[in-house]
C-alpha cells in the first residue's frame, strides 16, 4: 500500500461510476426528468439546494414528448388517418394510380398531427406507393432548394427553411408548372387561398376530400418526358453546393428559360452558356444570385415515351427514336447508372437527362467506390472494437521493478564484434533487384566516416523460385540466407537479424524505395544513443519522390491507424521498411518475434514498447516502387489475425519470457559468405 499499487484497481473502477452518476443526475435534472425533483408553479424543478428554472431547462424533453408521443392519442388523429387512407385508397384506383404528393405547409394544421413531418410517413402507410415530395430521403438530395421554393409558391404559411433562395409568396402561375416540371401527380391544400387558387387552375383535377384536404390530380407530371429543345451545358459552373444552386434557382423562377435546361455536362456538340454576375450598380451588394447566359434554342425532333416501370432503385422506359435527348424527372445522384443510353448528365434544377442508344433505356442507383471504401472501414471498426474487447495487452500504469520482464537497459554492443554494421535485405522473387541493392547499398555506406569496421550486406532469399539468392552471391552479399519455402516479410527480417553480425543492424526494402543514403541517418541515431532507429514517412521532414497508388495510401494510413487503436499507441507510421537496431536490442526482439507476414513491424514495434527501448524517429525520402510484393489488401485477414495473435501472446506473458537465441533462426541452409 505504500507504493499506492494497491488502491489503483479501486479508484479507477470507483471514479468513473461516481462520475457517469453525477453527469446523469445532473441532465436529469435539467431536463426535468429526476424523480425525486419538485415543480412549481413557476415550472422551475428544484431538487434540495439544485434550481433548474422553466427558462434554462432544457427544451429537449418537451420536444421529444411531443414529437415522439405517437399519433393514436392525439385530438387530429383521426383527420390525419382520413387523409392517409385517402391517399392510399388514390394510389390503388387504376384512374389515378401511384406517384408523388406535395401537400401544403402549414406548422399548426400539420403539426396537430404530432409534427410538421407526419405526412411524410405516407410512402411507409401506402407501401412505398405515394411519395411524399418532403421527406427524410428527399432532403438528402440537392433538389431540396427548389422542392421549398415550390412549396412556397403553393402554401398560404409556408416553411421556407433554407435561407438565401430567392422564395416567391403564393403563386400558382409558377407552382403549377413546378409541380409538372417535377414530375408530381398529386397536390393537397387545406387553406382557403390554396383551394381557391387550385379550383382555378386548369392543371389541377379535384378528385378527393379527407377531412380539410382537397387533394388535386395534376395534369402532365410524368416521370419521364421529352424535350422541345436540346439542354445547353455550363462548363464553367461548379457543381458544389450554392454555386450550383443559385444560378439553378433564378433559372427556376424565369418561365422563359425553363425551355431549355441548364447541363453540368454532356456531349460536345449541345450548345454552351457561361455565369453571369448578377448587376452591381455603383459598388452596391448585389441585389439577385448569379446566373446563366441565356441560352440557344435548338429544336429537338418529337420522341415517344411508353412503359415506364419505376422501382425503389431503378426506372426503365422505352422509346421510339434513339439518339434524341429526354428528361428524367429524378434526383441527380453520382451513384445512377444508365444501361441503353449515355449519360445520366446532371440538368437544373436537378434531374436527369440522358441520350438512349436503344430502345430500352434502365437506370440503376447503386453504390460506389466512397461507399465500399466505407463499408471496409465499417468492417475495420468493428474487428477493432473485437479485439479492444480482448484483455488489453498495453499497460497504463508503470509496473513495478518486480513485474518488469528481463530488459538490458542501454543496450550496448557486445565489444569485439565485427562488421560494424549490417544490412538486411529481405527479398522474394527479386533476381532483377537484389544484384543492384547490394551494390548501391556498398556505395551508400562503404566509406561512411562512423564505420569502424567493415560493412555487411546480408539477403535473405525468402523462398524464390527466380534465382535470387545465386543473384546475391554474385553481387558481393556477405551473408545469403535461403529460405525453403515463402513465409513473409517478417520471417526474412528475423532471419537476417539473428544471423547478422554487425554491432548496428539496419533492415532495409531491396527495391531501394527508400534510398540507401539515408542509412547513415538510421546509423547516426544509433551512435547517439537511441536502441532502436525507427523511419517515418509521416515526419514533417520526409520527402516523397514518386507517390503510391492512391488505394495502397489509403489502405497503409487505416492500418496505421487500426493498429495505433488496439495495439500500438506512440508510432505514427508502423509500416516504414526503414529500421535499425543495436545487436542487443536486434537480439532481445527478434529472438522474441514470431509473426512472419506483413504485421511484423508491429509485433517489433510492440516489443519495443514492452522492452522499454529507446527508439528516434528520423524522416525518409521514399520512392514507391511498381515492384513492391505487398497486397495489403489480399493480406487483410492474415494481418487482422496476426495482430490478434499479437494481443493473445502479450496477454498471455509469451513475450515476458526468456529470448529464443540466435541458433533459433528458421530453418535453412547456413548462411554462406
Known sequence: ???????????????PVVALAAAAGLLSLQFGNWPAARRHADGAHRLGPFTVSAEDRNFVHGWADWNFRGYEGRPAYPEY????????????????????????????????????????????????????????????SPTVPFHFLMQSELSASPSRPMRGLPYNALNFDLGVPHLQMSGVRYYAAFSTAATAAAQNSPDLQHIATAGPWSIYLVADSDLVSPLPFEPAVADDVSQAGRAWTDPAAIWWNDPAAWAVPIAADGPEHWSRVSLLAPPNPDGAPPASLTRFSAAPRR???????????????RLSFSV?????????????????????????????????????????????????????????????????????????????????????????????PPTGIEPAVSVVLPAYQAAHLVGAAVTEVSAALGGHVALDGPLEIVVVDDGSTDGTAEAARRAGADVVVSLEANRGKGAAVRAG???????????????????????????????????????????????????????????????????????????????????????????EIFGRAVIDGFAFDVEVLYLVEHLELTTAEVPVTVDHSADTTVRLVAQLPRVVADIGRIRHRAAAGAYDAPRVPPSGMPAGPAPQA
Open 497 to 587: 537479424m539473428l544471423a547478422a553480425s554487425g554491432r548496428l543492424r539496419l533492415f532495409t526494402d531491396v527495391d531501394l524505395a527508400y534510398p540507401p543514403g539515408q542509412l547513415a541517418s538510421l546509423i547516426d541515431a544509433l551512435r547517439d544513443g537511441a536502441d532502436v532507429a525507427l523511419g517515418n514517412r509521416r515526419h514533417a521532414e520526409a520527402r516523397t519522390i514518386s507517390p503510391a497508388r492512391p488505394a495502397r495510401v489509403f489502405a497503409s494510413r487505416m492500418f496505421n491507424a487500426f493498429t495505433r487503436l488496439v495495439l500500438l499507441r506512440r508510432y505514427r507510421d508502423t509500416q516504414c521498411g526503414f529500421k535499425g537496431f543495436t545487436a542487443g536490442a536486434a537480439e
Open 299 to 313: 429544336a429537338l425532333p418529337p420522341v415517344q415515351i411508353s412503359n415506364p416501370e419505376v422501382e425503389r432503385d
Open 1 to 15: 500500500m505504500a507504493s499506492g499499487h494497491g488502491v489503483l484497481p479501486w479508484v479507477r473502477t470507483v471514479v
Open 320 to 412: 421510339d427514336r434513339p439518339g434524341i435527348p429526354v428528361l428524367v424527372k429524378v434526383s441527380y445522384f453520382p451513384n445512377w447508372s444508365v444501361h441503353g443510353a449515355e449519360g445520366p448528365y446532371r440538368v437544373t434544377p436537378n434531374w436527369m437527362v440522358v441520350i438512349p442508344t436503344d430502345e430500352r433505356v434502365e437506370l440503376s442507383y447503386g453504390a460506389t467506390a466512397v461507399e465500399y471504401l466505407a463499408w471496409l472501414t465499417t468492417l475495420l471498426g468493428a474487428a477493432a472494437l473485437a479485439l479492444v474487447a480482448v484483455r488489453p495487452p498495453v499497460r497504463f500504469f508503470r509496473r513495478s521493478e518486480a513485474e518488469s520482464p528481463p530488459r538490458a537497459g542501454r543496450l550496448q
Open 81 to 140: 388517418h382520413e387523409f392517409v387512407t385517402e391517399m392510399s385508397d388514390i394510389g390503388k384506383t387504376p384512374a389515378y394510380g401511384c406517384g408523388r404528393l406535395l401537400w401544403e405547409y402549414d406548422r399548426d394544421i400539420v403539426g396537430a398531427y404530432g409534427t410538421p413531418m407526419a405526412p411524410m410517413l405516407l410512402p411507409h402507410w401506402t407501401d412505398g406507393c405515394i411519395a411524399s415530395m418532403e421527406g427524410l430521403y428527399f432532403e438528402s
